[in-house]
């Protein structure tokens, strides 16, 4: 294995600060938008009446932040081969990636967006989804990493999306 135990703590902290930038994004299109919401680590709501439009807007912002993390982080791996870049591009296409899947019960921001522009429910979310996990193997390549690392990134970031989703509904929600 080549991905060592401080990587893997490194790797909790960004799908936090990923959450966090993505979460963001939405609020302050939200707010700029001149909407009432409510920040949360795992999603905002809007506790205003929306325009379609202003929602979509909202809806928008937060994959966008996310594609934006996941491009420079590319380009930062591409150029320096940083492990600490590789965490920021490997959790934005992970978070995609299962917010994506959750569409199936729940429209995520890309799925409501795709269904806004009349291109149906999944041709955004696959899109965003397939895009950021091609920049991640690409950028996974050039630390040459064993399926073990593979494996391991993989269970840790499943751990760390449900520990953020868990204290979000169960902590936070109840504050």
């Not at 700029?32 to 905002?44: C, P």
């Not at 202003?54 to 940083?82: E, F, H, K, M």
Request: aromatic content about 12%; proline content about 3%.
């Amino acid at each position: 294995m080549k991905l060592k135990a401080p990587f893997y703590l490194w790797f909790v902290l960004v799908f936090l600060i990923t959450n966090l930038l993505h979460e963001s994004g939405h609020w302050l299109m939200g707010a700029a938008l001149g909407m009432d919401m409510k920040f949360g680590l795992n999603g905002v709501r809007y506790l205003s009446p929306t325009e379609a439009w202003q929602r979509a807007l909202a809806d928008a912002a937060g994959p966008l932040v996310t594609i934006v993390q996941a491009i420079v982080a590319y380009g930062v791996v591409r150029r320096n081969a940083s492990l600490k870049a590789f965490a920021f591009l490997y959790a934005a296409a992970f978070m995609r990636m299962v917010a994506a899947l959750v569409s199936v019960m729940h429209p995520n921001d890309e799925a409501r967006l795709s269904m806004y522009f009349g291109l149906g429910k999944w041709t955004l979310p696959l899109l965003v989804a397939a895009a950021l996990i091609a920049l991640a193997v690409n950028g996974s390549r050039r630390f040459k990493l064993t399926w073990k690392d593979h494996l391991l990134c993989y269970l840790v970031a499943s751990l760390a999306v449900s520990g953020i989703v868990a204290l979000d509904r169960f902590v936070l929600s109840a504050l």
